[in-house]
């Protein structure tokens, strides 16, 4: 541990001077909040006045070292004083600690065009060749060798500022020498570029490197077009250990090279402004992303925008089973991602949001077409072109580049085309916006929706999992906890399995609103699956519709409502089947209902301008909706009942974005009661049609 410097002892005893004969001291220096004694609530006091403008109860006290104003130097000199006085009272005749040691311990870094300037807490320049905790190689390449905290000893935070072209800033703190050190970095104005390496370059730190992005300041690193750093690779900021970024600053990655942030291990985003631009992915995380802290219930200061031109926004590559790796969670925040020729989001092994504004967009949107691209010629037999047109699941219109939304890949044999285990997305909150070329949501393992509210357009499809599909919670009984709206998709849910327990579903599909069909569908490249690459096999699937609200309108043609390779069990809910078939299951299967009620229609997806009011046996109104006019039918096991051309008032308004006003409750008028027989669909051969 530090111990205050003879210096700083006689500058501390000397503040507690009088003011003037006569006159009593309001405060003693470092007392801040005014109790009588220096302490760690001083310290506290003070580091929230300095990072969240926090009220001193006596500012004259917390200018520590006199120079007139307070801020990190003078907390710097509390936090010594407080640990001094806490300590152990020293042996009589110990000497003290050279002054030179506390002295020369940079905690300012100001870069310059071809220097760096170096300065202490006490706001003095040290020479290069004295700096204690740091060393300059070449003028402006700074690397850090001593931790700042162990977790307990705080020996000051570095603040880092300036402006140069061709700079570094390395950390490198020798986990043996320093086995629980933490590096925390407070970037105050900083723009830093380098052609040759890294600009921020984190080799190796026990616990974490910390980079504070200070409030009301904007930071720049930008690395060059074509090198490689230590690790073999390139990216804006490196990092092989675990880091953290926060603040309530502008950070501005640019990733000219390849990556913009990288992080070998674990890598926290917990708030501020974060802006990367890359050549290649944006953000990659190996071990894991994890973005909002999960302790915050505020995420208005954290904001993630990210723009890859190569590769992935987001991205996780650990593919080590039972290692809990290789996942991307996030919690909250805005989170804007645009994919020009990859995913939105893809993890190894698993996706998890819980919360947040998550808008992505992927190669040329959901406007993308087969015609023209490169995907027309592929050579790949799995990929457009191939074996008549298309994929295996019947969609032509592919992509021949993984261009999803969010993916999670799962882990699979050494030969890539045999499942293990993972590859899973939940979602249980939050607003997710996707507009893709490729799948909108896509999952090797199994996918749990519980709640959310989903805006989808794909090229492809809306959600796709290569196992189970979950939307919602079983039992719930409620229309409101997941909302999903797909106004733009081949299919719209698919799974092998899809369960469908409660929330509202409303969809427009050129294909099958519903399909439960087993196998994987590659759905671009790099993925695989049971089948081989891209291969959506016609085995067994099956549709279980538990409950919520479900609207489908799939086009005119041969297309299905809900479909199934398996039987469809119905015991609860309220689904609205527009399409050839409305519902149809496989070969020697059948539609059981024990429960809820169903409404079916052949109009295809085209005028979705009749108003229908869907009332409970009590006569209350459960909810409106906008759908085809044409000649429906309806099976009721709950003695609900349906009206046509309707007049709705009241209610709540759900599925944001959606144009065909859905509403829970409110009351209805007139219209007319749906009352024909409901047709079931026809059955498409052995196992169905994928």
Known sequence: MKKMTMRTAAMLLSAITLAGAGQALAAAIGDVNNDGSQNVADAVMLTKHLTEGAALTSAEAADLNGDGVVNAADLTLLKRGVLTESSEPAVPDEPETPAETDDNYVTQITFASGSVTLKNAADQVIAADKASNLKVENGTFVTITAQTTDGTVNYGDINIDGECAEGQVKVDVDETAYPNAQVTLNLRGLTLSNSSDSPIYVSQVAD????????????????????????????????????????????????????????????????????????????????????????????????????????????????????????????????????????????????????????????????????????????????????????????????????????????????????????????????????????????????????????????????????????????????????????????????????????????????DGYNAAGGADGSGGGNTGMFGPGGMSSSYGELWLRGGLVVVNSANGDHDGLDSNGPINLTGGYYFCNGQEPLDTGDGYSMSQTGGTYVTMTAGNTNLNTVYAVKDSSGNVVASFKWAGGSAGISSKDNSTVYSGATVSGGTAILSGCPYSVSLGGTASGGSQVTGSASSGGQMGPGGRP
């Open 208 to 511: 974490e490197c910390v980079i504070t992005v200070k409030k009301d300041t904007v930071n720049t690193i930008s690395d060059g077009t074509d090198y490689t750093n230590a690790d073999q690779s390139a990216g804006a900021v490196y990092s092989l250990d675990d880091l953290k970024i926060k603040g309530k600053g502008t950070l501005i990655v640019n990733g000219n090279c390849g990556d913009g942030i990288v992080c070998k291990d674990d890598l926290k985003i917990w708030n501020g402004d974060i802006q990367v631009n890359s050549a290649d992915d944006g953000i990659r995380g190996k071990d894991s992303i994890r973005i909002g802290d999960p302790d915050d219930t505020d995420y208005s200061a954290l904001k993630v925008t990210v723009v890859s031109k190569g590769g992935d926004a987001l991205k996780s590559t650990n593919d080590t089973a039972d290692s809990g790796k290789g996942y991307i969670r996030i919690n909250g925040g805005t989170v804007d991602l645009k994919a020009e020729n990859g995913d939105g989001i893809q993890a190894e092994q698993e996706v998890i949001i819980n919360g947040g504004d998550i808008n992505i967009y992927t190669y040329q949107g959901s406007g993308y077409s087969a015609s023209g691209s490169s995907s027309s010629g592929s050579t790949n037999p799995w990929q457009g072109g191939g074996f008549g047109g298309g994929m295996q699941d019947g969609n032509s219109n592919k992509t021949d580049i993984s261009a999803k939304g969010i993916k999670a890949v799962g882990l699979y044999d050494e030969a890539g085309t045999t499942w293990q285990s993972m590859g899973n997305i939940t979602v249980t909150g939050g607003t997710v916006t996707v507009n893709s070329s490729d799948d909108s949501l896509h999952c090797g393992g199994s996918m749990t929706l519980t709640g959310g509210v989903f805006n989808i357009q794909s090229a492809d499809d809306g959600f796709h999992a290569d196992h189970n599909l979950t939307i919602g919670t079983e039992n719930a009984k409620t229309y409101d906890d997941v909302q999903i709206y797909v106004s733009k998709a081949y299919e719209g849910i698919e799974g092998v399995n899809i369960y469908q327990n409660s929330g509202t579903v409303y969809i427009v599909s050129t294909d």
